[in-house]
């Protein structure tokens, strides 16, 4: 099956510096990547859709200047979380689209775990 | 309102016992519902697919219903394993690329 990355797995940062945190499609290519939130207990929430060669679509409620997204290729997103703060603290998971002939499905990273101090 | 509703919230059930999730949606139009386990710490994995005109899919010891009349889905884990303990979530899919995620029901199997 499609095979999703991310990087790192896990990351400590202090208060106020910013953190990058990436996605690849291994063995396909993915025009649209989606990344989500998930604080414990809970559900995924999406945070944005990012397109490739363009701006992402951010959810409402979701700060487009502190979470900035990258897509500039097929089998790359990047979320970069901008001056962290402790309540930024969570686990980022991110998923990329592989449309088939019928149905298009969703292919998820193994996550990324942040800890803001 | 969340449009896809899990229960039980969580379950604890023994090596080998059978056990039944539910999944309740309002997401209209549906184009497909899906079944993923997270193991802790991870990202999930999808277990089922389902169109409309699906009423069952099994993939090993994992059997997802979909009733789409009624709009319910259960998923059921025959002869459970240790290894099984994972949240189950229930997506649906409406419009194309929008996925409705259900809170999960947290499975713990005991020896």
């Known amino acids: 099956g499609a095979v999703v990355s991310q990087h790192p797995s896990r990351v400590i940062c202090k208060s106020g510096t910013s953190v990058k945190i990436e996605c690849r499609s291994l063995d396909f290519q993915a025009t649209t990547m989606f990344w989500y939130r998930q604080f414990p207990k809970k559900s995924l929430m999406l945070m944005a859709t990012s397109n490739e060669g363009s701006k992402a679509t951010y959810e409402q409620g979701v700060e487009k200047d502190k979470f900035l997204i990258n897509h500039a290729s097929l089998t790359l997103s990047t979320l970069t979380v901008t001056s962290a703060h402790p309540e930024d603290s969570s686990f980022y998971i991110c998923?990329?689209?592989?449309?088939?002939?019928?149905?298009?499905?969703?292919?998820f990273g193994p996550g990324t775990r942040l800890l803001v101090l | 309102k969340n449009q896809v509703e899990q229960s039980p919230q969580s379950l604890i059930i023994l090596e080998g016992k059978n056990c039944t999730l539910q999944c309740n949606y309002t997401v209209s139009p549906f184009s497909n519902l899906r079944w993923y386990k997270q193991d802790t710490g991870r990202g999930p994995v999808s277990l089922t697919i389902m169109t409309f005109s699906e009423n069952t899919k099994s993939n090993g010891r994992y059997t997802a219903t979909l009733d789409a009349d009624t709009k319910q889905s259960s998923l059921h884990i025959t002869a459970s394993q240790l290894s099984d303990s994972a949240s189950y979530i229930c997506v649906v899919s409406g419009s194309w690329g929008k996925l409705q995620f259900g809170a999960g029901t947290q499975v713990v199997v005991t020896p």
């Open positions: 998923s990329a689209r592989l449309a088939g002939v019928y149905q298009e499905t969703q292919y």
